[in-house]
């Protein structure tokens, strides 16, 4: 089970979207309460937060801020900063997202969905790694995670936005990893296939042996971080990402990324 260094990123981490118990961004929260970590919470999702900061709380004995903030305002971090400002974060895991009911073409889906996504998915991460980020690389120590998606990789159809926003994220996170790495700052994209967080049965269109579990995603993560920008995780999922992009014409990759992710109308998951 891979961890990460307390002396290196700690002793406080901040993780968003993390509020669902089977969800990533609490994979991430219980394995770094158990290693020592303070943590700071970041979700929408109010008193599920509050019930995962206490159960972290008892389970481990770490100190928990569980910080009920809306990513998607433009404003947010007006509220959140002076809510951390005492705190030395030096490990950031931003994971939070939305994405669209029903699979949309990019056509279809109103204007103002598109624009709430982009501030929630795309605006926020670029808030979240220049604030805490500057922290770290004044410092000169820290890490960032990024929980982008393979996704990311090409543009599904009807899985657009959602596309369009993780490669924005991981872009960013590439960029950041030549430019404050040097600083001493690991910076990492982590690109999923399918995770089994969501609610049963919504991975149920896909092969059992493409779908990982929350823990393994964690430890994968955590074995990267410092090791390389971009993760892949899983060898199915790193294996198709590679002929997706490298091997593959664009149209034919396009064709077989709609078909693996579940970009087709009425069959969604595994973003
Ligand atoms: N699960 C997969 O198969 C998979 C595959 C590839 C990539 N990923 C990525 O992994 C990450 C975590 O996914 P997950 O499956 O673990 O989902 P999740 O548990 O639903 O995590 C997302 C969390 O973000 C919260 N959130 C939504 N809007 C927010 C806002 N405006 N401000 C603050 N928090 C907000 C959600 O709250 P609400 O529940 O109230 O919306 C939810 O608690 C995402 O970035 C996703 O794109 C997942």
Request: charged letters at 20%; glycine letters at 12%.
């Amino acid at each position: 089970m891979s961890t990460v260094p307390l002396e290196k990123y700690g002793p406080w981490a901040a993780v968003t979207g993390v509020a669902r118990p089977e969800g990533i961004g609490y994979g991430y929260a219980r394995r770094l309460a158990g290693q020592g970590f303070n943590l700071v919470l970041i979700d929408i999702c109010t008193d599920e937060l509050h019930e995962r900061a206490e159960e972290l709380r008892s389970a481990h004995g770490v100190e928990v801020k569980a910080v009920d903030c809306d990513l998607g305002d433009p404003d947010f971090l007006d509220s959140l900063r002076p809510q951390t400002a005492e705190i030395d974060v030096g490990l950031l895991i931003a994971n939070h997202y939305i994405s669209p009911e029903g699979s949309p073409s990019v056509l279809e889906m109103d204007l103002a969905a598109h624009h709430r996504m982009l501030d929630v998915n795309a605006r926020a991460y670029t808030t979240l790694v220049h604030h805490y980020g500057g922290r770290m690389a004044e410092r000169g120590r820290g890490g960032i995670i990024l929980t982008s998606s393979a996704a990311a990789l090409l543009g599904a159809p009807y899985m657009g936005p959602y596309s369009a926003n993780k490669a924005y994220q991981r872009n960013l996170a590439e960029a950041l990893w030549s430019e404050i790495r040097p600083l001493g700052v690991d910076v990492l994209a982590v690109l999923p296939g399918a995770v089994n967080s969501q609610p049963e049965g919504a991975l149920d269109h896909y092969p059992k042996w493409l779908v990982m579990e929350v823990d393994d995603l964690v430890s994968r993560a955590f074995g990267a971080l410092g090791r390389k920008p971009v993760l892949l995780p899983g060898l199915a999922n790193a294996a198709i990402g590679g002929i997706m992009v490298r091997l593959l014409p664009r149209s034919a990759a396009l064709k077989l990324g709609a078909r693996l992710s579940g970009g087709t109308r009425g069959a969604r998951g595994g973003q």
